[in-house]
């Protein structure tokens, strides 16, 4: 199963952790690509959530 695959299995929002980590780039990162809007993501409260699908279809896109 590739990596768009996995996070498409996930059944709940990711937190910037978790995205950073199937990533294997840094927190700082995950946010540095939300602010300039080239992840997609959104806010619940003060924290950023990054939807599984969303981001699987992201990665897709930059792979293809």
């Known amino acids: 199963m590739n990596l768009p695959e ?4 996930m059944d709940h929002a990711l937190t910037a952790d978790d995205l950073a980590q199937l990533l ?3 927190k700082p990162s995950v946010y540095k690509l939300a602010a ?5 993501h959104f806010r619940i409260g003060m924290s950023l959530r990054f939807d599984p699908h969303s981001v699987a279809a992201w990665l897709r896109e930059r792979v293809a």
């Not at 996995?6 to 299995?9: C, L, N, R, Y």
């Open 36 to 40: 300039e809007g080239k992840i997609p």
């Open 6 to 9: 996995q996070i498409e299995q």
């Open 24 to 26: 294997v780039v840094s």
